[in-house]
C-alpha cells in the first residue's frame, strides 16, 4: 500500500487522520495464534490507550510523536488489557492495539512514567507526523467501539473479540449476532437564505 495520500480522489484538502498507509493485512486476522506469533516477532509495535488517551513522548528535537512499544519487551501489558486488537502493517511491522482502561492512574503511571504520558488526542493529534497521528485515531475509535459493544444490539447477551479485533460477536446461541465497527460521516449544511428565512425567522 502506497504511503501517499491518493489526491487524485478527491478536490479538496485530505482528512488530517483519513489516511495512514497502513496495510490492514485482513487475513491475519482470520489466523489461529496471530497474538501469540506477533507478540514474539521482534518489530512488533503496541499501540496503548488508556481510557481514550494515546501515549505521547517527545523525539530527539524535542517534538511530541506516539509512543509505540516494542511487543517482545511489554508482554506483561497484555495481562491488563481490555480489549486487544490487530490493526495492520507498515512496512513490514505489524501494529498492536490495547486498551488499559481497567488500570488505575497511580499504576498507569509506574508503568509508562519512562516511556511517556497518555494525552487526548484532540490536544495533540495536528502536531504529530501523519502516520502517527492517523493510526492514534484508528486505535482509540476501535477501542471506543469495543467498549460501547460489549452487548448484543439484538438480544442483550454479552458480546466476545474475534478477527482481530474486527468484530464481536453474541454469545447466545440462539442470536450470535455479529457486529462490525462501521465509519459515520455526519454533515452540517446550512439551508439556503429563503429557507432559513422561513425555519428561523431570520434575513
Known amino acids: ?23 490492514r493485512s485482513a487475513h491475519i486476522r482470520e489466523e489461529e495464534g496471530w497474538l501469540e506469533r506477533l507478540i514474539l516477532e521482534p518489530e512488533t509495535r503496541l499501540v496503548p490507550v488508556w481510557r481514550s488517551r494515546s501515549l505521547i513522548t517527545d523525539d530527539a528535537m524535542g517534538e511530541p510523536c ?12 497484555f495481562e491488563h488489557a481490555e480489549f486487544v486488537a490487530f490493526l495492520g502493517e507498515k512496512g513490514g511491522v505489524p501494529h498492536i492495539g490495547l486498551d488499559l482502561s481497567p488500570l488505575d492512574e497511580g499504576r498507569v503511571h509506574d508503568l509508562f512514567a519512562e516511556h511517556g504520558m497518555f494525552t487526548d488526542l484532540r490536544q495533540i493529534g495536528p502536531v504529530l507526523e501523519r502516520f502517527e497521528g492517523s493510526i492514534l485515531a484508528y486505535v482509540r475509535g476501535l477501542m471506543y467501539w469495543h467498549q460501547r459493544h460489549r452487548f448484543c444490539g439484538v438480544c442483550g447477551s454479552e458480546t ?3 478477527k482481530g479485533g474486527h468484530q464481536r460477536n453474541c454469545t447466545n446461541r440462539d442470536c450470535k449476532a455479529p457486529a462490525f465497527p462501521g465509519v459515520r460521516y455526519v ?3 446550512l439551508p439556503k437564505p429563503s429557507v432559513r428565512t422561513r425555519i428561523l425567522g431570520i434575513g
Do not use: C, R, W
Open 160 to 162: 466476545v473479540s474475534v
Open 1 to 23: 500500500m502506497s504511503d501517499q495520500y491518493p489526491l487524485h480522489l478527491i478536490a479538496k484538502k485530505p482528512n488530517f487522520y483519513g489516511f495512514s498507509g497502513l496495510d
Open 66 to 77: 506516539a509512543a509505540m512499544l516494542v511487543a517482545v519487551e511489554h508482554q506483561g501489558l
Open 187 to 189: 454533515t452540517n449544511q
